[in-house]
């Protein structure tokens, strides 16, 4: 129950290993914002400084993300993995030489940016959802990669993975889904024909937000 409180407390204002979808690039504007509103929660948190462990865990945590996220069935995802596991053995001898019996510290943080990065897929995916069918490859492989981290997830929570996800997950659904119609809203009182594609990609993201709500909610 720790790790869980210690989630929901901490994810919307300092989530880690959240990054920067390539096509949101090239969306309009609106499109970007939705997909950067994890980022952006980033800049919005406490402005403590970072101690030396802060920053040694929050790479480790970043590194479990990107290991988590790739597909071993690709040969050089698993020359990555490798790396990867190479670099975050590192980390956590230099952690342990300042915080020695660090696992549960490492654990904590290492969820945290496990759950976040969950989120900030689902968001992601509800907006590749407006632009492609559900069974398009770049749809398909953002959900791969969501269940990996599940997995992910469960092998540092076996007990109840959902009650450390779900909430967590829920609340940045919400937060999304509010932004989204507060967006509309806009557009709707100033409403011009050049408008009726923001309008309609985000009436598409609010319908896929919503089943994503159910899943997280029940």
Do not use: C
């Not at 300092?14 to 914002?33: D, I």
């Not at 900030?120 to 959900?143: F, G, K, Q, R």
């Amino acid at each position: 129950m720790q790790v869980k409180a210690a989630i929901v407390a901490i994810a919307v204002t300092g989530m880690t290993a959240v990054t920067v979808p390539a096509f949101a690039l090239v969306q309009p504007a609106f499109a970007r914002e939705a997909i950067l509103l994890v980022q952006r929660s980033l800049q919005n948190g406490n402005s403590k400084p970072e101690t030396k462990l802060d920053v040694l865990l929050r790479e480790l945590a970043n590194l479990e993300v990107e290991k988590a996220t790739l597909d071993v069935k690709h040969t050089s995802s698993n020359e990555a993995i490798e790396e990867i596991d190479a670099s975050i053995k590192a980390l956590r001898n230099r952690i342990d030489e300042i915080l020695p019996k660090s696992n549960a510290a490492i654990s904590n943080i290492v969820t945290e940016a496990l759950v976040s990065k969950i989120a900030a897929l689902e968001i992601e995916n509800s907006l590749l959802e407006a632009y492609h069918t559900p069974y398009a490859e770049v749809v398909v492989s953002t959900e791969n990669q969501i269940r990996r981290l599940w997995r992910r997830v469960a092998s540092i929570t076996p007990q109840n993975p959902k009650d450390v996800i779900n909430p967590v997950v829920s609340a940045i659904l919400d937060t999304e889904v509010a932004n989204l119609k507060a967006r509309r809203a806009s557009l709707a009182t100033r409403y011009t024909p050049d408008d009726i594609g923001d309008l309609l990609t985000i009436d598409l993201q609010l319908g896929s937000l919503a089943q994503r709500q159910a899943f997280y909610n029940s």
